[in-house]
């Protein structure tokens, strides 16, 4: 009997030694045209969330899925770039950060969309910089035929018979929180509080870290891309809707100005603002400040150590603040002294 015992007790220590980590557990959520909204801000929140657990939603396209064939127009369009969500994460407050990890994301069409009109994108005259010139250009609408057996978008030129395939790299253009002092910003627009970054690092494997502005930091998604060139010159990339997969954390006391960007390799700090340069300057002094607080080089051996190894993302140019990624692999910093990605 003994034996029995004792072989019994061995039995389940093995088990108990080898069972999987509970999983964590799902929160879904299914947006339509009913139920989207067009500004990061205060709202009413969709669901709640916890620390840890996975948000599986869908976004629809920047047009709100209503251009599908030749023939439709941007009248059409309820409002540009709607957003899933808000969402609210138990226990975010005032001065943390927001950790959002891209798990997944699968495009949710069999085609996407590209488009421009009169008085939109990088190349054309606006408020910020009015030129005199001839007629704006027409708005036009390009469809993308999707082929996921060879993860390809073709674009086919209006103008001649030419025709390309484009390798996809699904990302959301929208990703935000609420931003501070009670203020609402369009879906259009990029900043402080992420927002319409059109950043190709919201994609799977990447983590989002966003300051929190509000209790519960209200976190919004949309704008889905299959792919996008830098700059998003024209003002779209390959709008398509999405299935979604983000966990979420909440990194208590931890304050960061601006979003960042991390993955297994790079360190990704944003600045988004006009003009460029001031950008630049943002995502380059954030950069600074992650590097010293996390790795213990001081801004000046940072600062010269960027200038030798640094690289520079420019995401979009045509919305009402422009976005500029700067970014550190890595294997060009010492080890991290804490497992914070963002403090300062």
């Not at 948000?55 to 023939?71: C, H, Q, S, W």
């Not at 990088?122 to 030129?131: F, G």
Request: one cysteine or more; aromatic letters at 8%.
């Amino acid at each position: 009997m003994k034996t029995l015992l004792t072989l019994a007790v061995l039995v389940a220590g093995a088990a108990s030694a080898f069972a999987q980590p509970t999983p964590p557990s799902v929160v879904r959520y299914e947006a339509t045209i009913d139920n989207v909204k067009y500004l990061f801000g205060p709202a009413a929140p969709v669901a709640r969330v916890t620390p840890g657990q996975i948000i599986e939603a869908n976004t629809l396209d920047a047009f709100g899925n209503v251009l599908r064939k030749p023939g439709d127009t941007l009248s059409m369009v309820k409002g540009f770039n709607p957003l899933t969500g808000p969402f609210y994460v138990e226990g975010a407050e005032p001065g943390d950060t927001l950790a959002v990890k891209v798990l997944d994301l699968q495009l949710d069409a069999d085609q996407g969309v590209g488009a421009f009109g009169p008085g939109f994108g990088a190349l054309s005259s606006t408020a910020y910089t009015p030129m005199i010139q001839g007629p704006p250009l027409p708005e036009r609408i390009w469809f993308y035929p999707v082929d996921k057996a060879t993860n390809t978008a073709r674009f086919t030129a209006q103008d001649s018979s030419f025709s390309v395939a484009i390798p996809l790299h699904p990302f959301l253009g929208c990703l935000g929180v609420a931003p501070a002092m009670g203020e609402s910003r369009t879906s259009e627009t990029p900043g402080e509080w992420g927002g319409n970054m059109d950043s190709p690092q919201v994609s799977a494997g990447h983590t989002v870290y966003l300051p929190v502005n509000v209790s519960g930091a209200l976190l919004y998604f949309g704008d889905g891309h299959a792919a996008q060139g830098d700059g998003e010159i024209a003002g779209t990339g390959i709008e398509i809707p999405m299935r979604v997969r983000l966990q979420v954390e909440v990194l208590k006391g931890r304050t960061i100005a601006w979003p960042r960007f991390e993955n297994d390799r790079s360190l990704m700090a944003v600045g988004a603002v006009r003009p460029v340069d001031d950008a630049l300057r943002i995502a380059f002094t954030e950069l600074i400040g992650w590097m010293k607080a996390d790795y213990g080089l001081s801004d000046v051996d940072s600062y010269e150590l960027l200038t030798k190894v640094a690289r520079i993302h420019l995401n979009e140019t045509v919305d009402p603040n422009y976005v500029v990624v700067a970014s550190i692999d890595k294997r060009f910093l010492p080890p991290r002294r804490t497992a914070s990605a963002a403090r300062n």
